[in-house]
């Protein structure tokens, strides 16, 4: 006898229903391979590196090009520090092979093993095997011949080793303690999106690489309450108006020659983006400390002087774009994403290639024709497709759309052939499908289980700012019958976080409080991504007043054509959204009447440089909006249910975030709900906790707001 599955359970045992799906592709020049990413089942959390043939005139074909069971020989992963730290910085929650990189042909693939060097054959008739790499190794990279692996280490050493197997030796070897040569420094991972360190020359002879040196950032030390027999953690954190690492790059040749790399390091101090290809020298992309300004440089290789290619300045900040910056190949153009006239454009070269009608995301392909962007609805465009995401092909000629179907898409081309992965209100997860100029000619199956609810959120935009939102309604309600129902704002609110989206999965997790008997309201207010500049920056030194206006905006509005019953209305949200959340019932009691706060900041100093400062400021000179910003100065005011809810292992947003808050409520003599998640970090993957934290949020909202 079968019993039928809960959703708390399945969405924590399927990690989000993300097991199973496949991910992370890479296609061959020639087009004849798709590389990816995919685990045995909806609940297997191994991923084994799988390949796609597409041979010309004959039928696509699946096969496993690594078994990481097979590699470790039955044994589970052994994770280094190190490893655990670059994990929880990129939110991975998976095992096996979690990330690889290939060779320019994507004929070899790198990847590591519970800190062991792996190699795979791409070609049918290859295998996968073990290199004698001095480990424990991180972020293995084949040069783009294909005749070495460059890795890092966890001792901060930069090595290369010839693919065969044989001439490992030291290419970046640490000056000190602190230093560590070919890996991204903390801030680089958790708010740049940049989680590489090194950056192979395109002649596979040399490696751009950034010397990181952590000496000069505070240390802070995490400790494990459940355990006390267990030394605390050491974490280097750069807060707010603290040192960062310093970080240098040099150009290293296998020959072992060293090139520094020179740059007003004073005034530009963020490496941000770092760019080698065959259509020029390298790029780099570097920021001032506000980031209010930053240079496109161009090095040369042969003695590390810098040339600038283009400044851009902001009044507000600069935001960073994945894909970007990078040479057209073959051309010599840079290409970019850049705020042209309050416009969020394409620019390649000098000249702007995009309108006002989108607003572009990212670049996701430069091709010897056009440019692969994806893009979202700009101000200016017929129909704001709320939550959509598009593809399309950019060049001077003009703008083609890819993607026809409403919903999120997202993908990876190598010249003819795309792979499109696309998300959609009409079918839960993501579908995979390879196309050949245009037309299809494969599907890569997702695994992932299929879960048992089914969202069904109605996108909308609320209020006078057009406040892009979704509203779940309990499955089956029936106004008459039903009437008015209790209200749970479940927003993230802030930079980065877009949660209203035109698919199914996103909304799941809401469709379930839903079906608990509430009217859930998700709002992307302003400062959230996917609009236009001016939405993301109108949050300027504001977080606390911006954010929260806007979730009482869309509140009401929707109220006025859904059955919002204002006389019982919670909040939940996590991180951001957690902070959104605790602000809300400090600040508003008289709309908001419980709250659920997980992992909330509460004091902005505590947390990181890079992004407080884009948004704060330098809090020596702006402390006022450090102080109007926080949670702890208001705890005296707290009327209404909160329950706090935060990780001891976290090492992004802090415990002491949750316990200063909760030792300025018990001083003011403010009752409120702490749990504290021994063991877990930013992330809640484990099964059990993830599941038992919907059951008692439910729980604590239904007690809060009188619902039996």
């Known amino acids: ?118 190699t795979a054959g791409l070609l049918a008739e290859d295998t996968a095997r073990e290199l004698p790499a001095t480990g424990p190794v991180l972020d293995p990279r084949p040069s783009p011949d294909g005749r070495h692996i460059a890795y890092a280490t966890t001792g901060g050493e930069l090595r290369v080793i010839s693919a065969d197997g044989g001439g490992d030796r ?136 810098t040339t600038p290619l283009h400044a851009e300045e902001d009044a507000v900040w600069l935001d960073l774009f994945g894909g970007v910056p990078a040479w057209t190949p073959g051309g010599g153009r840079l290409v970019r994403i850049s705020d042209e006239a309050g416009v969020r454009s394409l620019v390649v070269g000098t000249r702007v290639l995009t309108s006002a009608a989108l607003h572009v995301r990212s670049v996701l392909d430069i091709g010897a024709e056009d440019v692969l962007v994806a893009a979202s609805a700009g101000e200016a465009a017929a129909d704001p497709e709320i939550g959509e995401v598009h593809l399309y092909r950019v060049s001077d000629e003009g703008v083609t759309r890819v993607t026809a179907e409403p919903g999120y898409h997202s993908g990876v081309r190598a010249g003819a052939v795309t792979v499109l992965v696309s998300a959609s209100l009409r079918h839960s997860g993501s579908r995979v499908v390879v196309l050949r100029d245009g037309r299809e000619v494969a599907r890569i199956a997702s695994l992932a289980q299929a879960p048992v609810i089914t969202a069904r959120p109605v996108l909308t935009s609320a209020g006078r700012g057009r406040i892009p939102a979704a509203v779940l309604l309990p499955t089956g309600y029936d106004r008459a019958r039903d009437g008015l129902l209790p209200v749970l704002m479940s927003p993230y609110g802030g930079p980065h976080g877009q949660v209203v989206l035109a698919a199914q999965n996103p909304h ?95 004091e902005w100093e505590l947390y990181d440089t890079h992004y407080t ?68 970090t930013h992330m809640t993957p484990q099964e059990e906790v993830a599941e038992n934290l919907l059951l008692l949020q439910v729980d604590f909202l239904r007690r809060s707001l009188g619902l039996g």
Do not use: C
């Open 1 to 118: 006898m079968t019993t039928e599955i809960s959703f708390p359970r399945q969405h924590s045992r399927t990690q989000r229903f993300t097991l199973g799906a496949p991910r992370s592709f890479t296609v061959s020049p020639d087009g004849r391979r798709v590389v990816f990413l995919r685990s045995a089942g909806g609940a297997e959390r191994a991923n084994l590196l799988q390949v796609l043939d597409l041979p010309e005139g004959g039928a696509p074909s699946e096969r496993v090009a690594a078994d990481p069971v097979a590699l470790l020989g039955g044994g589970g992963e052994q994770l280094t520090a190190e490893e655990r730290a670059r994990r929880e910085r990129s939110r991975e929650s998976s095992s096996g092979v979690v990330g690889y990189a290939t060779d320019g042909d994507v004929r070899l693939a790198a990847f590591a093993l519970s800190g062991r060097l792996f």
């Open 170 to 305: 030291v290419l970046g070897l640490p000056d000190g303690p602190e230093v560590t040569w070919g890996q991204a420094e903390f801030i680089a991972q958790e708010e740049m999106d940049r989680s590489r360190g090194y950056w192979w020359a395109p002649e596979g002879d040399r490696l751009l690489a950034a010397r990181v040196d952590n000496s000069p950032v505070q240390r802070w030390w995490i400790a494990d309450p459940a355990n006390p027999e267990r030394p605390a953690a050491e974490v280097a954190y750069p807060r707010a108006g603290s040192p960062n690492a310093e970080v240098t790059l040099a150009v290293l040749g296998l020959d072992g020659s060293r090139v520094e790399v020179a740059w007003d390091r004073a005034a530009y101090p963020y490496v941000a983006r770092a760019h080698w290809s065959a259509g020029g020298p390298p790029v780099l992309l570097v920021q001032a400390r506000d980031q209010r300004s930053q240079l496109f440089l161009m090095v040369n290789p042969a003695n590390g002087v």
């Open 508 to 602: 799941l997790t809401s469709q379930w409080f839903a079906d608990q008997g509430f009217a859930v309201v998700v709002a992307d207010g302003r400062g959230t991504p996917g609009r236009s500049p001016a939405w993301e920056k109108s949050i300027a030194f504001d977080f606390a007043g911006v954010t929260l206006d806007d979730q009482v905006e869309a509140l009401r509005a929707l109220a006025e054509e859904f059955p919002l019953d204002l006389e019982r209305v919670a909040i939940r949200g996590w991180s951001y959204g957690g902070y959104l959340a605790a602000l809300a019932v400090l600040r508003r009691p008289d709309v908001f009447h419980a709250a659920v706060a997980g992992a909330p900041v509460t």
């Open 613 to 680: 400062e884009r948004y704060l400021g330098d809090p020596a000179v702006r402390p006022e909006v450090y102080a109007a910003n926080s949670l702890t100065a208001d705890a005296a005011k707290l009327s209404r249910p909160l329950q706090l809810i935060h990780g001891l292992a976290d090492d992004n947003v802090v415990v002491a975030h949750s316990l200063r808050l909760s030792s300025a409520l018990l001083a003011a003599g403010r009752p409120h709900e702490v749990l504290p998640l021994s063991g877990v």
